[in-house]
């Protein structure tokens, strides 16, 4: 009956511009801004390679998560899938990992698009800080609406983000000379094995609308359709602007966290930088649109499965929208708002907790698609090749890797608890 009333709840309002815009925007964040100059400085012009690469371990990993969605559309996502194939208890956990991995990796979303704007304007923290919050409040607020309006939002701002990023690779194209390719390996192989691993957080966000497909229109079509035409453009853009990134050799030298800064402003001047603060915006304002719609929904499915707590589930209602998990994200936004102003942690300490919990939840969802997909071909190796990438790369995250953990240990706390007082009663 509690499968029944999730879905019966949410109304099938995104067309397949609108899915491709969603997938789109919840895959390409702020690594576009960061990660090729980074993935450059440490591999040199073979990053190349590793980009390659990975763009095409890419798209088995989107057409399983297309596939799952396709099958089985639901608002709990990969957790959902996880539930069918294992069982409650692995799936509330996939759930949680989701969860609590949002409410920390979308503040410094906001911060990091704050930050480039900050920049140009010489602002200080306060400024900063007061922008990365209007940004996920604005969010906050459009996913109050509902997905129809979201989704319309959504389209318009990836649209803009993929002309910019076009005209980013246009503009350096006269620049380009093959000298920079040279020498093609200065660091080894094993340099280019790393920065592949560090490019991973560049494709991390197919799992996110899996969430949100059950207000797919036609899911069983459209699903693939969206992973399909949102992978090959996230590919082409990644590659676009890490190889001219390379070929004209806009990094090194402490201006690999600004690579594509240093990429524009090559044509465009001083008036780069304000197209890549703009873009920056962009994209904060597209991934953050993207995770806060699917978290608040995953709340309200692990709070109908009594795994959350009960206020996670409450809907809006006229807008019949998960108000309760907006308020959960909203609230916890503020604490870690709070920490990273306070300097407490820094943002590169904290955003390896979110990949954890990232991870984590493809490789739930992996193992799930390997049982819930044996009797389609392609899906069962799509599924097989992407367990095998994120059990392989998962040792990488060090100490971090304890994160999701923790989040089951709180689970197992949690049960107790609830059977205490079950047995009291």
Known sequence: MKQASVHSVFQETLSL????????????????LLIPGLAAEMAGPASIVAWA??????????????????????????????????????????????LLAVPIGGPILAVTGAKYVAIL??????????????IFFVVLGMNVFGLQLA?????????LIIAILLLAICTAIPHYDPVHLTPFLPHGWYSVMQSAALLFWCFIGWEAV???????????????????????????LYFGVAFLTVGTHSYGNQLSAASLSVMVGLSLGPVGGWIVAVTALFICIA?????????????YALAQEGIAPKWFGILHPKYRTPVGGLA??????????????????????????????FFATYIGGCCAAVRLLRDSRLGKLCAWISLVVSLGLYPFLGWSGLYPVAILLFLRVWEWSKQRKRSKG
């Open 287 to 299: 991934s953050a649109n993207a995770y806060v719609s699917a978290a608040s929904r995953i709340a």
């Open 17 to 32: 511009p609108q899915i491709v815009a969603l997938y789109i925007g919840a895959v390409v964040g702020s690594g576009i």
């Open 121 to 134: 304007l010489n602002w200080g923290d306060v400024q900063t800080y007061a922008v990365a919050a209007l």
């Open 151 to 159: 989704g319309k939002v959504q389209t318009i701002v990836v649209s």
């Open 328 to 357: 959960f994200i909203a609230l916890a936004f503020a604490i870690v708002f709070y920490v990273l102003a306070s300097g407490m942690i820094s943002f590169s300490q904290l955003i390896q907790l979110p990949n954890a919990t």
């Open 210 to 236: 899996t969430h949100l497909s059950q207000e797919f229109v036609d899911p069983q079509k459209n699903a693939i359709r969206g992973v399909l035409w949102s992978a090959g453009a996230v590919a082409l």
């Open 53 to 98: 690469v990975m763009s095409v371990l890419v798209v088995p990993m989107a057409i399983t998560m297309g596939l799952l969605s396709a099958r089985h559309p639901h608002s709990g996502g990969v957790s959902h899938f996880v539930r069918l194939a294992f069982g409650d208890r692995f799936g509330n956990a996939v759930g949680w990992f989701f």
